[in-house]
């Protein structure tokens, strides 16, 4: 390897994502979520979707247990949502619009989508867990800006062509 992880990182930040929160309840009924740039549709048929997640975050053991879980596509306006969720904090839930939808899964409230996922697989992945979920509920808008990452800062996208 002629790299090291920092340079390999700068190289990965060159392709601007999207930005998800992923929720789910423990088994003791506590919201947990967490800020999550690695999604990725997988199948239409069927309708599979993944998420990378770090070994070391502390929802790992939740996140990657949990029957079920939602993912949440954050618009333009939701910054503060991806900031306190990316956040290790006892508080991240104080204040978040969200509902309980089948399986008392916290789904936020105002995304521009929410997918509602069974645990279809988890995968071992280097220094993270590659979680693929099957839709088995989803909701979108039609009106709003994505918030996107691209090289370690958060941006906007302007006008369609």
């Known amino acids: 390897m002629t790299f090291d992880s920092v340079t390999f990182r700068r190289a990965l930040g060159n392709f601007a994502t999207g930005v998800t929160v992923v929720t789910a309840r423990d088994d003791a009924g506590t919201n947990r979520g967490i800020t999550v740039n ?9 309708p599979l979707i993944l998420f990378c997640l770090d070994k070391d975050a502390l929802s790992v053991d939740c996140l990657s ?18 900031v306190r969720f990316s956040m ?3 508080d991240k ?3 978040v619009a969200y509902d309980l939808w089948p399986g008392e899964v916290p789904v936020l409230r ?5 997918l509602l996922c069974r645990r279809e697989s988890l995968y071992e992945g280097g220094d993270h867990l590659i979680i693929v979920g099957r839709v088995e509920r989803l909701q979108t808008v039609e009106e709003g800006s994505p918030l996107v990452y691209f090289q370690s800062g958060y941006r906007t996208i302007g006008p369609g062509v």
């Open 93 to 95: 839930w104080d204040g």
């Open 88 to 90: 290790a904090a006892a």
């Open 38 to 46: 690695s999604f990725s549709s997988v199948s239409l048929d069927p």
């Open 65 to 82: 247990m949990a029957e079920r879980f939602a993912v949440n596509v954050l618009r333009e306006e939701q910054h503060g949502l991806s």
């Open 110 to 114: 105002g995304c521009l989508a929410n």
